[in-house]
């Protein structure tokens, strides 16, 4: 019996040496990766992760104020400008400032409902790993302290990510004009592209904090589809209204469930001190 168990365990062990990352590829299930979202909206309930999103709703009107003040300013200046090219003063003149301050300022305001999603996505940018660490301390006590990403490799995987991004939609953009004609064909390109790429960027900012780089390469290579699907579930949530104010937070904790999936199968440590 013993012999039995230690012939398991030897080849248990070989079977974790001959995988990338000394690990045994168990997979992230759709039902795991259902968990994951339910779990992760369930803890808005939360009042740490609510913070959060207060904050950054703060900070988005702080950003937009300074906008809106801008705009009215330069509305005003452009107003005045025109009407002293024109020529015109009196009673023309103070209409056609009046029509182009009220034709701008109604421009500034659509802008601003169309582009508050994305600054509220921005400035949640600014506390998601934040949102990691209260998922971490409700569902995975048994972790230690996470590790602060250095913040050359920070700005060299922003870089990264970046070059990737534009890459990708400059070479998959003429595919993209012709499938505009085939409604089906280019929803699915558009949610795969998007799934890729922000699959690998909420999964980097949640496992940085706790693999080496190295790891994150390599556990995110092996688990490219799953992410990506991953990442068309975290675009689904982004493209409908006012759910995607709060789809940056709602991702982070979810992709926090799946990194913990992914990692924990690859028995990978939990902090990057542990990998050295």
Known sequence: MHWARSRATGSHSARVASAPCGCVDRGLSAEAMIQGVIKAIGQLSDADLRKIVW???ALAVVVFAGLW????????????GLVAY?????FWGGLIETLVELGGLAAVLIASFLLFPAVMGMTQGFFLEDAAGVVERKHYRDLPEAHDQPILEGVRD????????IILNVVILPVYLILSFIPPLNVIVFYALNGYLLGREYFEVVAVRRLTHDHVRTLRRRHRGRLTAAGVIITVMLTIPLVNLLAPVVATAFMVHVFERLRRNAGLPATRAAAA
Request: without cysteine; glycine residues 18%.
């Open 55 to 57: 904050r950054a709703l």
């Open 69 to 80: 003040g801008l705009s009215w300013w330069l509305l005003d200046w452009a107003g005045g």
């Open 86 to 90: 024109i020529g015109t003063d009196g």
């Open 158 to 165: 922003a870089v990264s990510l970046a070059f990737t991004t």
